[in-house]
């Protein structure tokens, strides 16, 4: 249940805002050149997204940005993290800049800092220039330099007013729902031997991050997804599952990051290209750490019985070493998911004293829930409100924190979940574009106001 008390104070200078990714909202997929994404190639396999929909559209903010700012701003919000879309940029995802597309965002950020909002560009939210993954995509190390090249040519144009870049999205669910299960696209279901597109998506942060230091840029992060990994029981079973799976979901993507290594040298030795070499380059680039959190994972030993039943919608194989099950005893949101707002404490007391003085400065980049609720979204409210009180908790016992970041400001395309999963604080009525805000966004925007010293007009 939402508490009726206000939210505890949280620090001067802490950074409130939420988040969007240019595929789920965007729309206008063949407008001013842009070129065909993985995800366009993707929604049109018959089967592939739940309700049978694609991103041709969206929420049309390729069109209403304005609008779109304009909620940022009653919302109160400190920042916006959108993401950009390499296609739009680069239609191929090499050679000659699609100027159209590079003036879509100029302008936005052009708008986010006359309205005193901080722009926050994710480089990669997922949608790879389909003729790069028609090449191999993340499975070709040449993907990490073309990457560079369109973080340099974006960093251009941008980096006069952006301070603080995102240059990967979750790259773990590229890997493993992308390229390991199928789920995802490109829809690749290659097990273990996914394991390229992991290294290579590390190795292009680094080299986006050298081309970004090149421009000036002096604030750089990425944001994985992070959350504890609980065995079903003290079995030796049970806990070895769960420790493979927790070394595969967040030890892989965060230690060649925050350490300079892989956290396995099996694992390492899988692993295409001179590992050594660029790990050298991947573990000397973060200025701060994103966290994307939304539940925890029950882990447990393979169960022939269960292993194909579908958790939040992935098939897991019977050939892994480890099963998923469902925590019980816990409410859920209207995709399946169990609400644990302890488990975003958990997450970043876990992140400290895993990584101790390595661990940057963090930002919890994505927190959110899918509820059905057109606007009187009640669920979402006591969502939120108990992750930051979560979150206040932690940082009482030292965790470093510096913003949060809402998924998201509006409903959007929920990629193979299509349009049944609603996750914005802003309702969308996909057929007109209509925007209205739930009562969550107005929660939010009250809760804000409250965080705001005197005088303080705006959320930065």
């Known amino acids: 249940m939402t508490s009726h008390q206000p939210l505890p104070a949280f620090p001067d200078g802490f950074l409130w805002g939420t988040s969007t990714s240019a595929f789920q909202i965007e729309g206008g997929v063949g407008a001013d050149g842009r070129g065909p994404s993985v995800w366009d190639a993707f929604t049109r396999q018959p089967g592939r997204i739940k309700d049978g929909s694609d991103a041709a559209v969206a929420t049309d903010h390729y069109h209403r940005w304005r609008e779109d700012v304009a909620l940022l701003r009653e919302l109160g919000a400190g920042a916006y993290r959108f993401s950009v879309s390499w296609p739009r940029v680069l239609p191929t995802g090499t050679g000659e800049v699609n100027a159209p597309g590079l003036d879509f965002y100029d302008a936005l950020v052009d708008a986010l800092c006359e309205a005193g909002i901080e722009p ?36 251009a144009r941008l980096a006069d007013r952006v301070t603080r870049w995102i240059t990967l999205n979750e790259p773990a669910e590229v890997t493993l729902l992308g390229y390991g299960l199928g789920d995802h696209a490109p829809g690749k279901r290659l097990l273990f031997d996914a394991l390229p597109a992991a290294h290579h998506q590390l190795l292009g942060h680094g080299l986006a991050a050298r081309a970004l230091r090149a421009r000036g840029v002096r604030s750089i992060g990425v944001a994985n997804s992070h959350g504890p990994v609980w065995p079903v029981s003290s079995s030796e079973e049970d806990t070895g599952a769960a420790a493979l799976y927790d070394l595969l979901t967040n ?73 998923i099950r469902e925590i019980p005893g816990r409410e859920r949101t209207g995709f399946g998911w169990a609400v644990v707002p302890e488990g975003l404490r958990e997450t970043l007391r876990t992140l400290r004293e895993r990584y101790g003085e390595r661990l940057p400065p963090v930002l919890v980049t994505e927190n959110g829930c899918a509820y059905p609720e057109p606007v009187a979204d009640a669920g979402r409210i006591a969502f939120h409100d108990a992750h930051l009180r979560e979150l206040h908790a932690a940082l009482e016992e030292g965790a470093d924190v510096r913003g949060y970041f809402v998924w998201s400001l509006l409903d959007n395309f929920e990629w193979a979940e299509g349009y049944e999963q609603r996750f914005g604080l802003v309702h969308v009525d996909y057929a007109t574009g209509e925007r209205t805000p739930k009562d969550s966004f107005r929660w939010l925007r009250d809760a804000l106001r409250a965080q705001r010293p005197p005088g303080r007009e705006s959320g930065r």
């Not at 949608?127 to 330099?145: K, S, V």
């Open 120 to 155: 926050v560009p994710t480089l990669f939210h997922w949608d790879t220039p389909l003729p790069l993954e028609e090449r191999g995509g993340w499975l070709e190390r040449d993907t990490a330099q073309r990457f560079a090249d369109y973080a340099d040519a974006v960093a």
């Open 251 to 323: 030890r892989l993507f965060a230690e060649p990051l925050l350490l300079g290594r892989y956290p396995d040298e099996g694992l390492a030795a899988m692993l295409p290209g001179p590992v050594a070499d660029d790990l050298g380059l991947i573990g000397d680039s973060l200025d701060w750490y994103g966290v994307n959190y939304y539940q925890p994972t029950l882990v447990g030993a393979p169960d022939p019985r269960t292993q194909a039943d579908e958790f939040a919608g992935i098939g897991i194989p019977a050939e892994l070493p480890f099963g």
